[in-house]
């Protein structure tokens, strides 16, 4: 009894000093505590932001000097081509804002700015040396020169600031968020002492500090990380601000949490395209601090579930196409144009797990046996065309915008585009598409069409199309690549299907699409027309559209073939299912679920590294759409490109060895079916070794 009494006193009086002591914190030394570090500390303590640090370049994001930069640059290189023309007998031809200072020099170092652009006129003149003089012929006496313009034209102007800048400045200030400035110039010291808002950075990486750090420029991402590094803030957690094309390039390779383009230039597309997260033509269109964190709350989030294209270029549609391939590791589907059929610059395909044709070759005089996986009938093609004109050919109509997003999420992939015709005439296309993981056989893709500046008649067409060769690798195409013939197409209204078999291995494949219309958000019954040729049936019908009203077509898929044996007769299973199908949005749902289910058990959560986080969870997502819980029945390994093409014919080596342990650990069923693929060749390899 003694000892319990003695240990609650004990308990009692050390009870009591804990209060005093928290008593004596909150009301004697707090105050004194944020007397010492002043009201910013507190309000450091009492509001956390997802983010640590915002850096910004100088010149035409916190000052105007852009504009003065530039015209310093043409008055130097202007007088140069003229000494070059009098000295060289060179024809002269003018420094151009749009044509030579963006492209080449602006946002980089002085000297790498001038020999960029030389290299780009051909002149080869030595580099020179910083303490060249400006009269000397080297890339650094030319960038002291117009260091020189440049002052001349700050004495006689002085420097302005953009005020949106300034108050996103003194708000981030007041918040206790950590500034710096990362600028290629040399002159940014003097420029904010002129403005009065040197005091505002607490580090400055501009071109003296380069130098003597022997820093790379723009689009290098130094000077942005050096900066992070002095403010001890992780590249993650940190904001790039920048006008310039090489600015946001060094944002994006310099793996920042969130870079912001300033489209001073009406360079938009161009700041998205090379890096910028979120592109304004003004800070005062950021939103603040709040605009800020709501990136690092929801967009970052996104993003890193998101592969997203901001343009349309035809030298690399080919390899993107592959990327942004749907499927669900029984067929998959290129993520090809709508509109087009295969041609030099798109290729639709969509391809079915362990589908291969073998066919004889006649190469240099001798037979070639090929087995190929085959291009199965496509299903893609949804177009329009105005006033029974030509039909819409995105490689031969002006692109405003197009934007392209994979969801990696849900496999769902979207695309919006502005087209502009000969005629002025502008046009919104919005359509997404998916490969269900819910249901194998299924797929599906919705199309809208809004007339923005014009009224018209509309003409819809719808395609599916089975009389298509392989032709999407140039190295094979002294093959024969005719795998399939085409037995059967029809129609039934909105309801059309087509039936193909492989030359050689005999497999049946169908395909259905059933198609349901809104017109102006309401259900729509459109009087369709048919057109029929060899292994092929269009579907089309014609609306009369005033501007800013919407058509949009939803065409649901059914595919099948004949290779496990459950479905003898493919056609029938694919008209009788495809016909009854509900809507994008129920399959889509349905398929959202199926693709929760696996990222709950797949997914790799990483912190501190965006880019390898996007990568990774796409690396995923690739393997999930060659080879899901789908594949534990068929007969099929792992091809070296997937679902996604034609390489290397959709032959399977030992790439699987790489794959299988990640399979072995999430999908251990799935793994076994892949050796099990193994294990049924080993008696044809080892026929094959002794003939060898």
């Given at each position: 009894?003694?000892?319990?009494?003695?240990?609650?006193?004990?308990?009692?009086?050390?009870?009591?000093?804990?209060?005093?002591?928290?008593?004596?914190?909150?009301?004697?030394?707090?105050?004194?505590?944020?007397?010492?570090?002043?009201?910013?500390?507190?309000?450091?303590?009492?509001?956390?932001?997802?983010?640590?640090?915002?850096?910004?370049?100088?010149?035409?994001?916190?000052?105007?000097?852009?504009?003065?930069?530039?015209?310093?640059?043409?008055?130097?290189?202007?007088?140069?081509?003229?000494?070059?023309?009098?000295?060289?007998?060179?024809?002269?031809?003018?420094?151009?804002?749009?044509?030579?200072?963006?492209?080449?020099?602006?946002?980089?170092?002085?000297?790498?700015?001038?020999?960029?652009?030389?290299?780009?006129?051909?002149?080869?003149?030595?580099?020179?040396?910083?303490?060249?003089?400006?009269?000397?012929?080297?890339?650094?006496?030319?960038?002291?020169?117009?260091?020189?313009?440049?002052?001349?034209?700050?004495?006689?102007?002085?420097?302005?600031?953009?005020?949106?800048?300034?108050?996103?400045?003194?708000?981030?200030?007041?918040?206790?968020?950590?500034?710096?400035?990362?600028?290629?110039?040399?002159?940014?010291?003097?420029?904010?002492?002129?403005?009065?808002?040197?005091?505002?950075?607490?580090?400055?990486?501009?071109?003296?500090?380069?130098?003597?750090?022997?820093?790379?420029?723009?689009?290098?991402?130094?000077?942005?990380?050096?900066?992070?590094?002095?403010?001890?803030?992780?590249?993650?957690?940190?904001?790039?601000?920048?006008?310039?094309?090489?600015?946001?390039?060094?944002?994006?390779?310099?793996?920042?949490?969130?870079?912001?383009?300033?489209?001073?230039?009406?360079?938009?597309?161009?700041?998205?395209?090379?890096?910028?997260?979120?592109?304004?033509?003004?800070?005062?269109?950021?939103?603040?601090?709040?605009?800020?964190?709501?990136?690092?709350?929801?967009?970052?989030?996104?993003?890193?579930?998101?592969?997203?294209?901001?343009?349309?270029?035809?030298?690399?549609?080919?390899?993107?196409?592959?990327?942004?391939?749907?499927?669900?590791?029984?067929?998959?589907?290129?993520?090809?144009?709508?509109?087009?059929?295969?041609?030099?610059?798109?290729?639709?395909?969509?391809?079915?797990?362990?589908?291969?044709?073998?066919?004889?070759?006649?190469?240099?005089?001798?037979?070639?046996?090929?087995?190929?996986?085959?291009?199965?009938?496509?299903?893609?093609?949804?177009?329009?065309?105005?006033?029974?004109?030509?039909?819409?050919?995105?490689?031969?109509?002006?692109?405003?915008?197009?934007?392209?997003?994979?969801?990696?999420?849900?496999?769902?992939?979207?695309?919006?585009?502005?087209?502009?015709?000969?005629?002025?005439?502008?046009?919104?296309?919005?359509?997404?598409?998916?490969?269900?993981?819910?249901?194998?056989?299924?797929?599906?893709?919705?199309?809208?069409?809004?007339?923005?500046?014009?009224?018209?008649?509309?003409?819809?067409?719808?395609?599916?199309?089975?009389?298509?060769?392989?032709?999407?690798?140039?190295?094979?195409?002294?093959?024969?690549?005719?795998?399939?013939?085409?037995?059967?197409?029809?129609?039934?209204?909105?309801?059309?299907?087509?039936?193909?078999?492989?030359?050689?291995?005999?497999?049946?494949?169908?395909?259905?699409?059933?198609?349901?219309?809104?017109?102006?958000?309401?259900?729509?019954d459109p009087s369709c027309r048919h057109r029929k040729t060899k292994g092929r049936v269009d579907t089309r019908f014609t609306v009369e559209m005033k501007e800013g009203e919407s058509l949009i077509v939803e065409k649901l898929v059914c595919i099948c073939n004949s290779l496990d044996g459950k479905y003898p007769d493919p056609l029938k299973y694919v008209r009788e299912r495809g016909a009854t199908l509900p809507s994008f949005d129920i399959m889509l749902d349905d398929s959202s679920v199926a693709w929760r289910s696996i990222w709950e058990r797949a997914d790799i959560d990483l912190v501190g590294d965006r880019l390898a986080q996007k990568l990774i969870r796409l690396h995923i997502y690739h393997l999930m759409v060659t080879t899901s819980p789908h594949n534990e029945e068929i007969d099929f390994g792992i091809p070296a490109r997937g679902l996604h093409g034609e390489a290397y014919r959709g032959h399977i080596f030992w790439d699987e060895l790489y794959i299988l342990p990640f399979y072995c650990l999430h999908f251990p069923n799935v793994a076994k079916s892949v050796l099990m693929y193994r294990y049924r060749r080993l008696d044809a390899a080892r026929d094959y070794a002794r003939e060898h």
């Amino acid at each position: 009894m003694l000892n319990k009494t003695i240990i609650l006193v004990f308990l009692s009086i050390l009870f009591y000093f804990e209060i005093k002591l928290v008593f004596n914190y909150l009301f004697v030394m707090l105050p004194d505590v944020l007397q010492a570090n002043n009201v910013l500390n507190y309000k450091i303590i009492m509001q956390k932001y997802s983010f640590d640090a915002v850096i910004f370049d100088l010149d035409g994001v916190i000052t105007q000097t852009a504009l003065t930069h530039a015209k310093a640059w043409k008055d130097m290189f202007d007088e140069y081509l003229r000494e070059r023309e009098k000295k060289y007998n060179e024809p002269f031809k003018e420094f151009t804002h749009a044509g030579d200072y963006l492209p080449y020099v602006d946002g980089k170092p002085r000297y790498k700015g001038v020999e960029s652009f030389l290299k780009s006129r051909g002149i080869d003149i030595p580099f020179g040396s910083p303490d060249d003089p400006p009269d000397k012929e080297t890339c650094c006496g030319l960038g002291n020169r117009k260091n020189e313009a440049f002052n001349e034209i700050l004495d006689k102007e002085g420097a302005q600031v953009y005020e949106s800048s300034v108050s996103l400045l003194k708000e981030l200030k007041e918040a206790g968020i950590r500034l710096g400035v990362a600028s290629s110039s040399k002159n940014c010291k003097s420029v904010l002492e002129s403005v009065n808002l040197l005091d505002y950075f607490e580090t400055r990486v501009d071109g003296e500090v380069s130098a003597e750090l022997g820093l790379k420029g723009k689009p290098e991402p130094d000077i942005f990380t050096v900066a992070a590094d002095n403010l001890g803030a992780p590249y993650d957690r940190s904001v790039v601000v920048e006008d310039a094309v090489s600015g946001v390039q060094a944002g994006r390779d310099g793996n920042f949490g969130f870079i912001i383009g300033v489209a001073r230039e009406d360079n938009v597309l161009e700041l998205h395209t090379n890096g910028a997260d979120v592109v304004v033509r003004d800070l005062a269109d950021l939103g603040g601090i709040a605009g800020i964190e709501n990136w690092f709350e929801k967009g970052l989030k996104d993003d890193m579930w998101t592969l997203t294209y901001k343009d349309y270029d035809p030298v690399k549609e080919q390899s993107r196409e592959a990327l942004l391939t749907t499927g669900n590791g029984y067929f998959a589907t290129r993520g090809a144009v709508e509109e087009l059929d295969a041609n030099p610059v798109n290729y639709p395909g969509t391809y079915m797990a362990g589908l291969y044709n073998r066919m004889e070759s006649e190469v240099e005089d001798r037979t070639v046996v090929n087995e190929d996986f085959v291009n199965v009938p496509d299903w893609l093609l949804m177009t329009f065309r105005i006033d029974n004109e030509r039909w819409f050919n995105p490689n031969k109509t002006e692109i405003v915008l197009m934007e392209r997003h994979l969801d990696i999420r849900k496999g769902l992939f979207f695309r919006k585009v502005i087209a502009e015709d000969e005629q002025g005439r502008r046009t919104l296309i919005e359509s997404r598409r998916m490969v269900s993981m819910a249901d194998k056989h299924l797929a599906a893709a919705d199309y809208t069409i809004v007339p923005m500046n014009y009224s018209g008649k509309i003409t819809f067409r719808s395609g599916m199309n089975a009389n298509i060769i392989n032709d999407g690798v140039k190295r094979y195409r002294q093959l024969n690549q005719n795998h399939l013939e085409q037995l059967d197409r029809g129609n039934n209204g909105p309801f059309s299907w087509v039936l193909a078999e492989t030359t050689q291995s005999k497999v049946k494949i169908a395909e259905s699409a059933l198609l349901k219309v809104k017109f102006n958000e309401t259900d729509f019954d459109p009087s369709c027309r048919h057109r029929k040729t060899k292994g092929r049936v269009d579907t089309r019908f014609t609306v009369e559209m005033k501007e800013g009203e919407s058509l949009i077509v939803e065409k649901l898929v059914c595919i099948c073939n004949s290779l496990d044996g459950k479905y003898p007769d493919p056609l029938k299973y694919v008209r009788e299912r495809g016909a009854t199908l509900p809507s994008f949005d129920i399959m889509l749902d349905d398929s959202s679920v199926a693709w929760r289910s696996i990222w709950e058990r797949a997914d790799i959560d990483l912190v501190g590294d965006r880019l390898a986080q996007k990568l990774i969870r796409l690396h995923i997502y690739h393997l999930m759409v060659t080879t899901s819980p789908h594949n534990e029945e068929i007969d099929f390994g792992i091809p070296a490109r997937g679902l996604h093409g034609e390489a290397y014919r959709g032959h399977i080596f030992w790439d699987e060895l790489y794959i299988l342990p990640f399979y072995c650990l999430h999908f251990p069923n799935v793994a076994k079916s892949v050796l099990m693929y193994r294990y049924r060749r080993l008696d044809a390899a080892r026929d094959y070794a002794r003939e060898h």
